[in-house]
């Protein structure tokens, strides 16, 4: 089974900073790569899917970039409402992976 | 609107079993793929199975592989997760999951575009 490596498992920024999520494949995919927004006591939010398509709805600050291994979320200024825990999902061949999550914390 | 509802959750004793069900509404159930995915406690997501939109297709993770079978009603808009000889390990909230697949040339990925609100299980003596 292909492993996710997602990165970094926490940070800390502050409202309007640029963040970076990454996730990596053990080995070489196309774009069978989605976003997952989920906060505190909240199902899971699909934010992006095949890489680096915007779900409707979901706020253009966002965006998804990458394909064969390195995968990477940009939120390009972060919002209060943003803070928040982000997964990767890799659905290349099963059984599906998820990353092991990002959170995003208030500096 | 889409809505996903989980049922079914509770506590059981290890070795025991368990039923789960998802209501559906708001979308043509009987087109699309459906997912189950766990979240242990204060830990990340696990996808657990998948169904597709006839039935007939079944996917599995490996640790729960001959413990666990999801099924679907088409009749009823509802999806079914029958969990048996169930483990500390299962201890998770339990979510449900639209996948309405798309497609762009050759290419086809998942998109978990809808999920419940989840039902716990917790398995413990």
């Known amino acids: 089974a292909i492993q996710m490596t997602q990165s970094p498992s926490s940070l800390s920024a502050s409202v309007g900073d640029r963040v970076t999520i990454t996730c990596r494949a053990s080995?070489?995919?196309?774009?069978?790569l989605s976003w997952h927004q989920q906060k505190p006591g909240e199902a899971p939010k699909l934010l992006i899917y095949?890489?680096?398509t915007l779900q409707s709805g979901v706020p253009s600050r966002f965006s998804g970039s990458g394909s064969g291994a390195v995968f990477t979320l940009t939120i390009s200024s972060l919002q209060p409402e943003d803070f928040a825990s982000y997964f990767c999902?890799?659905?290349?061949?099963?059984?599906?992976?998820f990353g092991g999550g990002t959170r995003v914390e208030i500096k | 609107e889409v809505h996903l509802v989980e049922s079914g959750g509770g506590l059981v004793q290890p070795g025991g079993s368990l039923r789960l069900s998802c209501a559906a509404s708001?979308?043509?159930?009987?087109?699309?793929?459906m997912n189950w995915v766990r979240q242990a406690p204060g830990k990340g997501l696990e996808w657990v199975a998948n169904?597709?939109?006839?039935?007939?297709?079944?996917n599995y993770v490996g640790s729960v592989k001959g413990r666990f079978t999801v099924s679907r009603d088409n009749a009823k808009n509802s999806l079914y997760l029958q969990m048996k000889s169930l483990r500390a390990e299962d201890t998770a909230v339990y979510y449900c999951?639209?996948?309405?697949?798309?497609?762009?040339?050759?290419?086809?990925?998942?998109?978990?575009?809808?999920w419940g609100q989840g039902t716990l299980v917790t398995v413990s003596s």
């Open positions: 999951v639209r996948d309405r697949a798309y497609c762009s040339g050759d290419s086809c990925y998942s998109v978990f575009d809808y």
């Open positions: 708001g979308f043509t159930f009987s087109s699309s793929w």
């Open positions: 169904i597709g939109p006839d039935g007939s297709e079944k």
């Open positions: 080995q070489g995919i196309g774009k069978e």
């Open positions: 095949a890489a680096s």
């Open positions: 999902l890799l659905d290349a061949g099963y059984p599906f992976t």
